[in-house]
């Protein structure tokens, strides 16, 4: 069974930091390219980063560039997103999620597959 384990969110103070792990059960990451998305209450899930399978490459939305970096470790089995300079519109539920088989990088929700839990994000300020 395959699962996706989110951990690391919280509540920060504006211009902070946070680092939001994934971990995988089930499956092999390095198969797939990996994304992270989110959902601030009473909006619609949105992009918020991709890595392909190798981590050569990475595309991040318009609103978090500069500021978020996603990364994976392949050995460990795990994507991260680095979150720095923390702003309250940031504040929402954070998903991490797996690309359908085939698929080198996405942004669309609709090319992945499977998805965690979520793990609040909540920045005051």
């Known amino acids: 069974q395959v699962q996706l384990i989110e951990s690391g969110g919280g509540l920060v103070q504006a211009g902070g930091s946070l680092r939001l792990s994934c971990a995988a059960s089930?499956?092999?990451?390095?198969?797939?390219?990996m994304g992270w998305f989110r959902q601030a209450p009473g909006k619609e899930r949105e992009f918020v980063a991709t890595?392909?399978?190798?981590?050569?490459?990475?595309y991040y939305a318009d609103s978090v560039k500069g500021r978020f970096t996603i990364s994976r470790d392949n050995a460990k089995n795990t994507v991260y997103l680095q979150m720095n300079s923390l702003k309250p519109e940031d504040t929402a539920v954070y998903y991490c999620a797996k690309t359908q088989a085939g698929v080198v990088v996405a942004t669309k929700a609709a090319a992945f597959g499977s998805w965690g839990q979520g793990t609040q994000v909540t920045v005051s300020s």
């Open positions: 089930g499956l092999t990451l390095s198969n797939y390219a």
């Open positions: 890595i392909s399978w190798s981590g050569h490459n990475t």
